[in-house]
């Protein structure tokens, strides 16, 4: 079982940029694949971005809403994963959540077992 812990999140304006981390226990995390889901309160927990594990080739996938914007990556020696956020909008903010799951990487929410507690990101415009 994983166990995710999110950091990272804060407040800051519209073009600024923002580093998110989640740290992972256990051996196992190499062979899963990592996500970043974000929500609103009172609204559905958006895809941000995915990264399949290295035995996947670290493939990449971005929700249409960050594409050119975000970057994910993994760090598997310090059981991390990253998620680089560049020219912030307002409506990037919300809580961002870390997701694991020993499957392929996916846009789907229901295909990850793990979950972090959220961080939260602040964009004021």
């Known amino acids: 079982q994983a166990q995710l812990v999110e950091s990272g999140g804060g407040s800051v304006h519209a073009g600024d940029s923002l580093r998110l981390s989640c740290e992972a226990s256990g051996s196992i995390f190499p062979r899963y694949a990592m996500a970043w889901f974000r929500q609103v309160r009172g609204q559905e927990r958006e895809f941000v971005a995915a990264i399949s594990s290295s035995g996947s080739g670290y493939k990449t996938e971005y929700g249409d809403s960050v594409k050119g914007r975000f970057t994910i990556s993994r760090d598997d020696a310090k059981n991390t994963v990253y998620l680089q956020m560049k020219s912030l909008k307002h409506e990037d903010t919300a809580v961002y959540y870390c997701?694991?799951?020993?499957?392929?990487?996916?846009?789907?929410?229901?295909?990850?077992?793990?979950w972090g507690q959220g961080t939260q990101v602040t964009v004021s415009s």
């Open positions: 997701a694991a799951t020993p499957g392929w990487s996916s846009p789907l929410r229901r295909e990850y077992y793990f």
